[in-house]
């Protein structure tokens, strides 16, 4: 029998201290219940917190794509890899409605801007994935008619390696993109912030 399994013995799985003596009087013990009840936080930390939450979690990525790195974005979706397990699975048609960018392959000088264009029209905050060894830097096309990292037009926040990667690779950057907007702040606004109004002003 092992030192664990014998009667008596102290359970090395128990990170709880021993029972507290009960307290002398009805009040100290009212007072010890509700100590143990409280959370004490700020409104904006929690708002800021459950912001962030719902964002990391609904992730909407537009849905296009340049080059080959394409098709391994396309194979994310399916039932091989789940995406939705992420929460990022409704691939938007209009930038309107997206809020991550996900630029799978090389981009040409032609399309430059019309993808410039594209991250102009998403709502703020939005996020943008370099997916692959061309979009990041230009890859195997060190020529005149690629452009050497889309990073030159649009900022980014997270690169994806690889030629192509794999859907593995593109769900693990959405999860570092998940990390990165969990411990960005939230403004909050104007209206948030506003003090009480001074006498006579409208």
Known sequence: MTERMRPGAADP???????????????????????????????????GWAVNQSRANSIWPLGFGLACCAIEMMATLGPGFDLSRMGAEVMRPSPRQADLM?????????????????????????????????????????????LQGVDKIVPV??????????????????????????ATGVELGPLWRRGPKKKGAA
């Not at 029972?19 to 936080?41: I, K, N, S």
């Not at 594209?118 to 061309?134: E, H």
């Not at 690169?159 to 990390?179: A, D, F, H, W």
């Open 13 to 47: 799985l128990r990170i709880l201290g021993a029972p507290l003596p009960p307290p002398a009087h009805e009040q100290d013990a009212l007072r010890d219940e509700l100590e143990r009840g409280l959370l004490f936080t700020k409104a904006d930390s929690l708002i």
């Open 157 to 182: 926040d997270v690169y994806v390696p690889g030629c192509p990667p794999r859907p593995e690779s593109l769900i693990y950057g959405i999860i570092k993109l998940q990390e990165k907007i969990l």
């Open 102 to 146: 996900i630029v799978a392959g090389r981009v040409s000088l032609k399309m430059a801007p019309v993808l410039r264009q594209l991250y102009d029209q998403m709502p703020d905050p939005k996020w943008v994935i370099s997916m692959g060894a061309c979009a990041s830097c230009g890859g195997i096309f060190n020529n005149y008619a690629i």
